[in-house]
Every structure is written in structure tokens, then in C-alpha cells.
């Protein structure tokens, strides 16, 4: 299939929310990416539900709700019942972590865990056939406009080799410093979601830079 693109609303106009919506919606994006920061687990605060829920109103495709908070599980309910699809807790934050993937498929979303870059792809070996996507994080969660991190390579490459093993059809989300420019390299080392905000909403055409990281024909061999 070819690789999902999840353009990131922490990088839309927030003055013209329903206008980058509308232009997600027409374009070949395939998810709308929304970043949730607590100011806690992160350094930097986002938006919570309000902001949630004016997306899903124009929104026409799934929306893919990263929790970089802390007790993720004490929202996941409003969150589902809000609008998300997809719900990513951060592996950092949930000390029951099966705990609470089950709680996100109860409440009716896919379910998916986010790694920090000092995280090792090892240490969701047990889980693995749980989950719906994992999400690793290629930049230090908190800010958009960071450099991409080299070593997220070999994670990716680590983790699909872990998830053919257990979990074949798992979904690897990528999402900090994405860009036209590297994108291919992630997708050849296993990667097949990508969260990208300011490459998107930076360039001169949106729609026709959506279109170009949705439309790379790269030879399927891995690295």
C-alpha cells in the first residue's frame, strides 16, 4: 500500500483552523494529526477537547490523536467519544501500559504506542501484537521545527523486523523532522505513516507537497 500521510494541525493557521481542514480534507493526506501536550510530559502545552472537537466537525478523514501527557488513560474515553480514531499513549508515560491499550480498544479507537528517541523498540516486544500502530518519535517530543534524529533509522528498521516476527500488518508511524527529502529512506527502512507539519504547511503548496510524500515510488526492498 502507499505510505499514509498525517499532516500535523499543530502546524495549520490557527486563525483559519477550518480552512487548512477543508484543505486536508481535499488533498491526499490521509489522517489528520493531533498533537495533545500537557505542559507536563512534555514542555510546551497544545489544545485539549474544544479544539478536538472543531476539527471533527469539518474533518472528513480519521483523526490520529497523540497523547503527550501524563495518565493518558483518565482521557481516553472523552477523547473517543470526541472524535479520535486513533489514540497514541507514549510508552514513557504509562506504567500499565497493556492496561491501558485495552482501554483504548474498548473505546472503540486503534490503538498505538509512541517511543521518545532514547526509548529501545525491545521493550515493546511483549505488547506488540496488541497494538495497531506504533509511533516513533524522531525528535524530542514537545516542539514542531526540530531536526530530524539520525538513529530513528535504525529504529524503524529494528522495529519492523521485531513486528514481522509477531506482528506483520503493524502500522510505523514517523513524526519529527519528517520531510520530502527523507521520507524515502523511512519508508525503506519499514516505515508506512508519517506526521509532518511544517513541511506541509510551510510550503508554498500544501496540497501539491501532501501529494508528492503520498506518491514516491520507492523499490519495496527494505534496508
Known amino acids: 500500500m502507499k505510505q499514509i500521510i498525517a499532516p500535523s494541525i499543530l502546524s495549520a493557521d490557527f486563525a483559519n483552523l477550518q480552512r487548512d481542514t477543508e484543505m486536508i480534507n481535499t488533498s491526499e493526506a490521509d489522517w489528520f494529526h493531533v498533537d495533545v501536550m500537557d505542559g507536563v510530559f512534555v514542555p510546551n502545552i497544545s489544545f485539549g477537547f474544544p479544539v478536538l472537537k472543531a476539527v471533527k466537525k469539518y474533518a472528513k478523514k480519521p483523526l490520529d490523536v497523540h497523547l503527550m501527557i501524563v495518565n493518558p488513560e483518565k482521557y481516553i474515553q472523552e477523547f473517543a467519544k470526541e472524535g479520535a480514531d486513533i489514540i497514541t499513549v507514549h510508552y514513557e508515560a504509562c506504567t500499565h501500559l497493556h492496561r491501558v491499550v485495552q482501554i483504548i480498544k474498548d ?3 486503534k490503538a498505538s504506542v509512541a517511543l521518545n528517541p532514547h526509548t529501545s523498540v525491545s521493550l515493546l516486544k511483549d505488547i506488540l501484537v496488541d497494538l495497531d500502530m506504533v509511533l516513533i518519535m524522531s525528535v524530542n517530543p514537545g516542539f514542531g521545527g526540530q531536526q530530524f534524529i539520525p538513529q530513528s533509522l535504525n529504529k524503524i528498521v529494528e522495529l519492523r523486523k521485531l513486528a514481522n516476527e509477531t506482528n506483520p500488518n503493524l502500522l510505523i508511524e514517523v513524526d519529527g523532522g519528517v520531510s520530502i527529502s527523507n521520507i524515502e529512506s523511512l519508508i ?5 505513516a508519517f506526521v509532518a507539519g ?3 504547511f510551510g510550503a508554498s503548496s500544501p496540497t501539491e507537497m501532501i501529494a508528492s510524500m503520498k506518491n514516491i515510488d520507492i523499490n519495496s526492498t527494505q534496508i
Open 107 to 109: 473505546a472503540g479507537c
Open 188 to 192: 525503506k527502512a519499514g516505515a508506512n
Open 198 to 200: 511544517n513541511a506541509i
